[in-house]
């Protein structure tokens, strides 16, 4: 059962517009969420991350919003550039201290 | 600094042959995990690290063994290589464990491994 979703394998947006990227989750005892990007050949970098005390996270062009009712985190990217093509992961932990649960990812492509 | 640094970076393997996965890292990091991603699906842990000499099995551990001799190394071993191990692996490290912006896993660039 999985207990990060990403329902959405692909994603295709123009170059300047914003790029929204979901994830669902299932597990109430998770209170961390990450977002890791990878090109392909590369391990995942991290991206930004959101603690459950906050709903919102800004980084840059890069925004993560929490509803924690919802149990769904999305993912802003504003303005989306040709260079953020890429597989997006979402991922989540417990403060209790447990491993990363990846979702399986949302291709992005952004055209010039 | 180097980072996380994984070989080799593609390896063919016949059906039950071994090998080993060898990562290091230079961050000077408490943990460190294994992970396969198959494809169209996300990141799966294998085994994890907590300091040299401790090790727990994650997710999908069957068909692996590792070792934590050091800080800086965290060798996979397949034994009896399968079909079903073709992959591709990925270690990773971080300072701490759980939530937290000092838990950031760092990866290694993947090992691709097929099993024939």
């Known amino acids: 059962d999985q207990q990060v979703k990403q329902n959405s394998p692909s994603l295709s947006v123009q170059e300047g517009r914003i790029s929204i990227l979901n994830c669902d989750y299932t597990n109430s005892m998770f209170d961390y969420f990450l977002w890791y990007k990878k090109y392909p050949a590369e391990g995942p970098t991290f991206l930004i991350s959101i603690s459950s005390i906050k709903d919102k996270n800004e980084d840059g062009r890069f925004t993560v919003f929490l509803n924690k009712s919802a149990k769904h985190l999305s993912l802003h990217i504003v303005p989306s550039q040709p260079g953020d093509s890429a597989v997006y992961f979402c991922a989540a932990t417990s403060q209790a201290g447990t491993a990363l649960i990846f979702g399986k990812g949302t291709t992005l492509s952004v055209s010039s | 600094n180097a980072g996380v640094t994984q070989t080799p970076k593609f390896r063919i393997l016949k059906i039950g042959q071994s090998m080993t996965l060898q990562c290091t890292q230079d961050?000077?990091?408490?943990?460190m995990y294994w992970y396969r991603q198959d494809p169209g699906m996300g990141l799966k842990l294998i085994y994890y690290s907590v300091g040299a000499g401790i090790t727990d099995k994650g997710e999908v551990p069957n068909g692996y063994n590792v070792s934590r001799s050091t800080t800086e190394d965290f060798p996979l071993r397949l034994e009896l290589a399968a079909p079903s191990q073709t992959s591709v692996y990925f270690c990773?490290?971080?300072?701490?464990f759980g939530g937290g912006s000092y838990n950031e896993q760092f990866f290694g660039p993947g090992t691709r491994l097929t099993v024939l």
């Open positions: 990773a490290s971080s300072y701490s």
């Open positions: 961050m000077n990091h408490n943990y």
